[in-house]
C-alpha cells in the first residue's frame, strides 16, 4: 500500500536555528514528490517538486532533497514567518487510485523571535 | 501565474439550504480537484474532472454535487448537509491528470454547517 510518513509532527525552532523536516515514502516506481506549506485557514502553497533521486531544489531559507526512500525540507537561519504546516505528498500508484495524491500529515513549524 | 481563486471565501449554512461553491482558474489546466480538509487534517480528495468529465468520485454522499461548466470553472453544489460537513472545501488544478503534474490549490472556502 501507497504510503507518506512526515516527521516530526511539530517543531519548534528559535529564529535562525537551522533544521530539517523529514518525509519518507513507500510507493512502487515513484512519479514525483511535492512539498507545499499551508498557513492556517488557507489552502497549501506549492514549494517544490522533486521526481528523481539526488535532485535538489531550493527556494530562499528552503531546500529539498530527495533520496530513494525519503525527502527533506531544509531549513536554514529559519523567520517567524516560516512558521506553517509543511505538507509532503506523492502520487498513487495503486489501482484505481493511480494519480491521486496521498499526503503526509504534515508538519506542524513554529518558529519563535 | 499559479492563480486558483474560490468564491466564497466564508460560507455557513443549515441543514436544509442549498449552496454552491465556486472555483476559477486561468492557466489552461485541464484537470480541476475539489478537495475536503478537516483541522489538522491533511486535504481529502473529493472528485476530479478531466477534461470537463467527472473522471474520479471518491464515494462522496450525493449532498455534494459537482459541477464543470467549462474548461476554467468547477462548482461544488451542496443540499442538506450535515454539521459535520463542516470544514475547509479546496479547489485545485494541474495541467493534466498525469501523476507527475503538479497541482495548485486555491485559498478554500470555510463551510460551517450549523
Known amino acids: 500500500e501507497d504510503q507518506v510518513t512526515q516527521s516530526p509532527e511539530a517543531l519548534?525552532?528559535?529564529?535562525?536555528?537551522?533544521?530539517?523536516?523529514?518525509?519518507?515514502?513507500?510507493?512502487?516506481?515513484?512519479?514525483?514528490?511535492?512539498?507545499?506549506?499551508?498557513?492556517p485557514g488557507k489552502g497549501p502553497e506549492f514549494l517544490f517538486t522533486l521526481y528523481s533521486a539526488g535532485e535538489e531544489k531550493e527556494k530562499e531559507r528552503l531546500k529539498?532533497?530527495?533520496?530513494?526512500?525519503?525527502?527533506?525540507?531544509?531549513?536554514?537561519?529559519?523567520k517567524p514567518e516560516d512558521s506553517a504546516t509543511y505538507l509532503c505528498a506523492v502520487p498513487s500508484?495503486?489501482?484505481?487510485?493511480?494519480?491521486?495524491?496521498?499526503?503526509?500529515?504534515?508538519?506542524?513549524?513554529?518558529?519563535?523571535? | 501565474d499559479t492563480e486558483v481563486t474560490q468564491?466564497?471565501?466564508?460560507?455557513?449554512?443549515?441543514?436544509?439550504?442549498?449552496?454552491?461553491?465556486?472555483?476559477?482558474?486561468?492557466?489552461?489546466?485541464?484537470?480541476?480537484?475539489?478537495?475536503?480538509?478537516?483541522?489538522?487534517?491533511?486535504?481529502?480528495?473529493?472528485?476530479?474532472?478531466?477534461?470537463?468529465?467527472?473522471?474520479?468520485?471518491?464515494?462522496v454522499p450525493s449532498r455534494f454535487s459537482p459541477e464543470c461548466p467549462n474548461s476554467s470553472l468547477l462548482n461544488l453544489h451542496l443540499h442538506a448537509l450535515q454539521p459535520e460537513d463542516s470544514a475547509l472545501y479546496l479547489c485545485a488544478s494541474s495541467q493534466d491528470r498525469s501523476p507527475d503534474t503538479t497541482q495548485y490549490f486555491g485559498p478554500g472556502t470555510r463551510l460551517l454547517v450549523l
Open chain 1, 93 to 113: 500508484n495503486y489501482g484505481g487510485s493511480q494519480g491521486n495524491l496521498i499526503f503526509g500529515k504534515g508538519t506542524k513549524l513554529s518558529v519563535k523571535p
Open chain 2, 7 to 59: 468564491t466564497p471565501k466564508h460560507l455557513v449554512m443549515g441543514m436544509t439550504n442549498k449552496k454552491s461553491l465556486k472555483c476559477e482558474q486561468h492557466m489552461g489546466h485541464r484537470a480541476m480537484y475539489w478537495y475536503k480538509q478537516k483541522a489538522k487534517k491533511p486535504p481529502e480528495l473529493m472528485f476530479v474532472y478531466s477534461y470537463e468529465k467527472l473522471s474520479i468520485n471518491e464515494s
Open chain 1, 64 to 78: 529539498a532533497t530527495l533520496t530513494k526512500k525519503e525527502s527533506f525540507l531544509h531549513i536554514t537561519a529559519p
Open chain 1, 12 to 39: 519548534r525552532l528559535q529564529e535562525g536555528e537551522s533544521s530539517s523536516l523529514n518525509c519518507s515514502y513507500t510507493v512502487s516506481g515513484l512519479r514525483g514528490l511535492f512539498w507545499y506549506r499551508q498557513d
